[in-house]
Nanobody, 112 residues
Framework: QVQLVESGGGLVQSGGPLTLSCAASGFVFMNHLMSWWHQAPGKERELVAG????????NYLDSVKGRFTISKDPARNTLYLRMTDLKPEDTGVYYC?????WGQGTQVTVFS
């Protein structure tokens, strides 16, 4: 069955970097569009970044453009989200998605 397991979250100082990983299994990794979503405390989940099945096309929420990079590693069946220049408003749970499936999420807390 499809499994998406996120990791890499944690506590980071404002301005710092963090890379999230999503280990995928149960499907042909490079055949599917995938994405990262962010849910801030008390707010709805929002799409942060998406990547095409073959990894050649990406899109980002305006507030993270230039700071976040989404990528796929087919050798490891892993989706990444490289986050730099983190801000307190980036705090929240980050979820990996391969429609219609979600991972369990990983918590990111940015302190100033």
């Amino acid at each position: 069955q499809v499994q998406l397991v996120e990791s890499g979250g944690g506590l980071v100082q404002s301005g710092g970097p963090l890379t999230l990983s999503c280990a995928a299994s149960g499907f042909v990794f490079m055949n599917h569009l995938m994405s990262w979503w962010h849910q801030a405390p008390g707010k709805e989940r929002e799409l942060v970044a998406g990547i095409s099945p073959d990894g050649t096309n990406t899109n980002y929420l305006d507030s993270v453009k230039g700071r976040f990079t989404i990528s796929k590693d087919p050798a490891r069946n892993t989706l990444y989200l490289r986050m730099t220049d983190l801000k307190p408003e980036d705090t929240g749970v980050y979820y990996c998605r391969r429609p219609p499936f979600w991972g369990q999420g990983t918590q990111v807390t940015v302190f100033s």
